[in-house]
């Protein structure tokens, strides 16, 4: 890693990111294998948000916004709460990514579908499987570090092969350990970029934009943003 973070660039990012996460198209009842009472499925969802404790706090706290602290902490939170193994992350720190277009989210997260979902359980070869995804567009400001000029110089930032993610976990603990907020590189699997965050504070204002639908056939994975509707074959 040496030289890595020398001369490096700052852009002084201010804009939306594209957060592609799992989530069903249509909304489930979890509560409906407790009871048919309409009234005891609203009794165990009081119950379950006087337990909670309250993640989000709204500007204007007058106002009661249960909609937008749910997508905060879905679009924002999550990763932050819940730390894992990832590209920029040894999993003791957490780190949330997103893409500058649909595309690219897409491109990225049927990577990691597919190889860290299907391959691991056996299923990359089995036709029909379907994952469904929600796309937020979450805006960030922030002055972020520019790793795109230094790819050439440190291809490994791209491709991890063969080493794995170990430069990248570098990077990833040294920018966290010295406190900054994010960086922006290059897909590996697209012309687009990416952006890896450390610090929630930077993200606001999520705002869902569209649905998808993953399925594997014939080999490829169909990406479908209204149903049937081919929107890219990867």
């Not at 499987?129 to 790819?151: G, M, N, Q, S």
Request: aromatic share 12%; with cysteine.
């Amino acid at each position: 890693m040496d030289g890595l973070f020398e001369g490096l660039k700052v852009t002084d990012f201010h804009g939306d990111i594209h957060r592609n996460i799992v989530s069903p198209r249509k909304s489930q009842n979890l509560y409906d294998d407790l009871t048919d009472s309409p009234e005891g499925w609203q009794a165990a969802i009081d119950l379950e948000m006087g337990a909670k404790p309250h993640m989000y706090i709204s500007n204007q706290p007058v106002i009661h916004r249960p909609f937008e602290e749910a997508a905060y902490n879905e679009a924002i939170d999550y990763p932050f709460k819940h730390w894992s193994k990832t590209r920029y992350s040894d999993g003791s720190f957490g780190v949330w990514y997103g893409a500058d277009s649909l595309e690219t989210s897409v491109h990225e997260t049927v990577y990691h579908w597919r190889k860290n979902f299907l391959e691991d359980a056996g299923w990359h070869t089995m036709e029909g499987i379907i994952t469904e995804r929600k796309v937020y567009l979450v805006r960030c400001d922030a002055a972020l570090l520019d790793f795109i000029p230094t790819l050439n110089a440190f291809p490994a930032l791209i491709d991890p092969a063969p080493g794995g993610y170990y430069l990248t976990h570098q990077v990833g603990a040294r920018m966290n350990h010295d406190g900054h907020p994010g960086l922006r590189s290059r897909s590996a699997h697209c012309k687009g970029d990416i952006y890896a965050i450390f610090n929630p504070k930077i993200l606001s204002n999520p705002r869902p934009t569209c649905y998808l639908t993953y399925q594997i056939k014939a080999g490829s994975v169909i990406v479908e943003r209204q149903p049937g509707v081919v929107l890219l074959r990867i």
